[in-house]
């Protein structure tokens, strides 16, 4: 089965600080691995994507993740924070070859930027 | 741009009404979703489909139905609506590889039952 765990309901940092969002997860099989990002009152926008393919994956907006298969994380980072990096994020996790339903949302996390 | 398109942002209606949300992608995929989505709750499957006038109940389908007469348009219908069912509703879309390569979401209707 498959579950998918973040660890922090709400992150702050200032302004050009590095942010970290925290993502563990369970599958059965590979997994495909996501990142998406709600701005307020907006829909959800994906910021990157694993599927199998380099373990080092690069985003939009300056945003990357590592898939670690050893510790099953798959945590969400960028150098440094900008004003307009402020929303919640959502970890995805599906297993490869699964049907549709079967994608699972974390239950966000929300990025607040100091200034 | 491909899209996936919502037909209100806000919408407020009373109790008992009958409530449609529109959704519609241009993008050809086979597979539409709606979830709601509710704070500390995340996102939650109400119903999808995978093609026309096909449709699988999600994880919360009580109280709502569907209809996919066209593959380019998915609609939510709440037939009696109740304040538990205020919320935000996100309409999405993929293709059949879909949890490989990700899904479209719409900007999300809020609705609000009074």
């Known amino acids: 089965a498959q579950s998918v765990t973040q660890l922090d309901s709400h992150v702050s940092v200032s302004e050009g600080t590095p942010v970290l969002l925290r993502c563990n997860y369970s599958?059965?099989?590979?997994?495909?691995l996501f990142w998406y990002v709600q701005h307020p009152n907006k829909g959800l926008q994906l910021l990157l994507k694993?599927?199998?393919?380099?373990?080092l994956v690069k985003g939009i907006n300056g945003f990357e993740a590592e898939f670690k298969k050893s510790e099953t994380s798959f945590h969400l980072t960028k150098p440094s924070a900008h004003m307009s990096d402020a929303a919640e994020y959502f970890c995805v996790v599906s297993d490869r070859g699964s049907s549709a339903s079967k994608i699972i949302f974390g239950s966000g996390t929300r990025l607040s930027i100091r200034p | 741009d491909v899209k996936v398109t919502q037909s209100s942002r806000y919408l407020v209606k009373r109790t008992g009404e009958k409530v449609f949300l529109e959704c519609v992608q241009d993008m050809d995929h086979e597979n539409m979703f709606w979830y709601r989505q509710d704070p500390g709750l995340g996102l939650r499957l109400i119903y999808f489909s995978y093609d026309v006038k096909m449709k699988e109940k999600g994880d919360i389908p009580e109280g709502y139905s569907v209809s996919r007469e066209k593959k380019e348009r998915f609609s939510l219908i709440l037939e009696s609506a109740s304040t538990n069912q205020t919320s935000m509703y996100l309409c999405?879309?993929?293709?059949?590889?879909?949890?490989?390569?990700?899904?479209?979401f719409g900007s999300g209707t809020r609705l609000t039952v009074v």
């Open positions: 999405a879309s993929s293709l059949n590889s879909g949890p490989r390569r990700g899904y479209t």
């Open positions: 599958s059965s099989y590979s997994p495909s």
């Open positions: 694993y599927t199998s393919a380099a373990t």
